[in-house]
């Protein structure tokens, strides 16, 4: 008696559980949704790397530009080309799609560039802002040299390199069953148990999913605080 009610109850749970992964547990986007927000997205990445690339051209064709500050404003241009082109559109479809589709490399590789490009921005707007507040409230003293503006370049580059680095130990894409939180533990248990699925003939469905799955959380939580 006891065995045909354990087994109505694995019965019911199983049927449960494909009910739940059917319907709301899978994340469905609707097309015309995914267009809009293509269309956003690629208007953004191209406009960025438009609008900078010919910031950088012009810099670069001519010498009479080629001041401290255009210099850092070249760094600064370099830094939201790279966001454009290799962070906004494969970090774009993840959080739409909800699952890594991209080779796994680029699950590191993605973060890491984003990371840097931000920081870079962030240290060459320091430094713009300082070059300028030594113009105008010391306009008397030494100005910072071209070559000393090429080494900080080179230093803001090193600096935000080194603070990514951990995003390239800790990225990791593993193969994750969708809302497993928002499970009972009964129905856990069942997916859990590799015979229990195996007699109930149920398969677990399960999605690429890229994130932090080496450093401890709380030390993860830290590093994202300290950027």
């Not at 401290?68 to 404003?73: A, C, D, R, Y």
């Not at 559109?89 to 490399?105: E, I, R």
């Not at 195996?198 to 469905?205: C, E, V, Y």
Request: with cysteine; glycine share 2%; proline share 4%.
């Amino acid at each position: 008696m006891r065995k045909e009610e354990n087994r109505s109850v694995s019965d019911m749970d199983t049927e449960t559980l494909q009910q739940f992964f059917s319907s709301e547990a899978i994340y469905d986007v609707p097309n015309h949704f995914i267009a809009l927000l293509t269309v956003a997205y690629g208007a953004v990445s191209l406009s960025a790397i438009i609008g900078n690339g010919i910031v950088l051209w012009f810099v670069v064709r001519s010498k009479k530009l080629r001041t401290v500050t255009n210099l850092f404003i070249a760094n600064l241009a370099i830094a939201d080309i790279l966001i454009g082109a290799l962070a906004i559109p494969f970090q774009f479809q993840a959080a739409l799609l909800q699952k890594w589709v991209l080779p796994h490399f680029m699950c590191a590789f993605c973060p890491f560039i984003q990371i840097v490009s931000v920081n870079v921005s962030i240290f060459t707007l320091t430094a713009i802002a300082a070059d300028r507040y030594l113009v105008v409230i010391h306009p008397l003293n030494r100005r910072i040299t071209k070559e000393k503006a090429r080494l900080l370049i080179v230093i803001i580059w090193t600096v935000a390199i080194i603070a990514a680095i951990p995003v390239v130990i800790a990225m990791r894409v593993k193969m994750i069953i969708p809302a497993l939180e928002t499970l009972d533990e009964n129905l856990i248990q069942i997916m859990i148990n590799a015979s229990q699925a195996l007699k109930s003939n149920f398969s677990i469905p399960m999605k690429p999913y890229c994130d932090n799955f080496v450093i401890e959380k709380q030390l993860w939580t830290s590093y994202h605080l300290s950027l």
